[in-house]
């Protein structure tokens, strides 16, 4: 496009046009710009695309890396109980609720009888606690956990594998007449599925929407991050299909200024090929016209030779009479 009327671009070959041509294209790309500057509207259409290209892909590229810079930092700080035995953050940043079964395993297995975590009094203070940044974690029974993190504070997560199980009863009056028969009943939920069911539907399913607290994604919680973290194709696709539309407007743009040019080339050419064709029909016109010639002489010199023939004939038959 440029080298006919840009002076950098005339004395050079294709090759070195090539390379400056090259050189532009990435110098505009990566923002850094090139001492080379178009001269012709097709050439400064195909610019406006390059620094629409770069200004965006630059910009996507930013917003990126801050989106992983933030999610780095607020990755779990924990993956699970044993980075609280070992130590990884502080015993009073943990929250416990007092009275309860996870004081005790605390005092048992993490503590060893020491009182050094956060005391709080209900549920719903270790909740407020972690929202407001008070504490880093606590401890919870599973079902209760799933439910909540699932379904009512999606901002909080379950990190780790399940530890310290333990069993649940149904308390009832002693010697109750009802006994064996809730016995009997819960058995046949338990075989059944129903009670797999219930928890599926009001523990494990998951309300919140963009949520990856469920324990299918509890094994590898940094999936939906590192997917969050790339770009597909196809988001960018609608950049590349513009950058695309460009680059052939400006070569219609090319090709209509140049249109008087092209179209003498291309006079040229079929004038040439009919140059081509013509030297061809006349040479075999004229070997048709020398075969035919040749066969009439040949005819014309054997009808001589019989005509001759006869005079000679009619002498000889007259002498010998």
């Known amino acids: 496009m440029e080298r006919?009327?840009?002076?950098?671009?005339?004395?050079?070959?294709?090759?070195?046009?090539?390379?400056?041509?090259?050189?532009?294209?990435?110098?505009?790309?990566?923002?850094?710009?090139?001492?080379?500057?178009?001269?012709?509207?097709?050439?400064r259409l195909l610019t406006v695309g390059l620094y629409l290209l770069s200004l965006i892909l630059a910009a996507t590229y930013v917003a990126n890396l801050a989106s992983n810079l933030t999610l780095t930092k607020s990755a779990n700080i924990i993956s699970g109980i044993d980075d609280i035995k070992n130590g990884e953050i502080a015993y009073s940043r943990i929250?416990?609720?007092?009275?309860?079964?996870?004081?005790?395993?605390?005092l048992q297995e993490i503590s060893k009888g020491s009182r050094n975590f956060r005391s709080l009094k209900s549920q719903q203070d270790l909740y407020d606690s972690l929202l407001s940044g008070v504490i880093d974690a606590t401890f919870l029974d599973i079902g209760v956990a799933e439910y909540i993190t699932n379904n009512v504070y999606c901002n909080l997560t379950?990190?780790?594998?399940?530890?310290?199980?333990?069993?649940?009863?149904?308390?009832?009056?002693?010697?109750w007449a009802y006994e064996q028969d809730l016995?009997?009943?819960?058995?046949?939920?338990?075989?059944s599925g129903e009670l797999d069911r219930l928890e599926e539907k009001w523990f494990q399913k998951n309300g919140?929407?963009?949520?990856s607290n469920s324990p299918d994604s509890s094994d590898s919680p940094d999936s939906s991050d590192e997917s969050a973290l790339h770009m597909s194709i196809e988001a960018m696709s609608g950049l590349f299909v513009t950058y695309a539309v460009i680059t052939i407007l400006s070569l219609l743009l090319f090709a209509w200024k140049?249109?008087?040019?092209?179209?003498?080339?291309?006079?040229?050419?079929?004038?040439?090929?009919?140059?081509?064709?013509?030297?061809?029909?006349?040479?075999?016109?004229?070997?048709?016209?020398?075969?035919?010639?040749?066969?009439?002489?040949?005819?014309?010199?054997?009808?001589?030779?019989?005509?001759?023939?006869g005079p000679l004939t009619s002498i000889y038959s007259s002498a010998a009479s």
């Open 4 to 43: 006919q009327n840009n002076e950098s671009l005339q004395d050079r070959s294709i090759i070195s046009s090539f390379a400056m041509s090259l050189w532009y294209s990435i110098g505009n790309l990566m923002g850094y710009g090139a001492d080379m500057q178009p001269s012709t509207a097709a050439g």
């Open 95 to 106: 929250g416990i609720r007092l009275g309860t079964a996870s004081e005790d395993y605390y």
């Open 158 to 175: 379950l990190v780790g594998a399940d530890f310290d199980k333990s069993e649940f009863g149904i308390v009832v009056p002693k010697d």
């Open 183 to 191: 016995d009997v009943k819960i058995l046949e939920l338990r075989e």
């Open 208 to 211: 919140c929407p963009d949520s």
């Open 258 to 309: 140049k249109r008087f040019l092209i179209k003498d080339i291309i006079l040229k050419l079929m004038r040439r090929k009919a140059l081509l064709v013509e030297p061809n029909v006349s040479e075999t016109r004229h070997s048709t016209v020398l075969v035919k010639r040749a066969h009439n002489i040949l005819y014309s010199d054997e009808v001589s030779l019989m005509v001759g023939l």
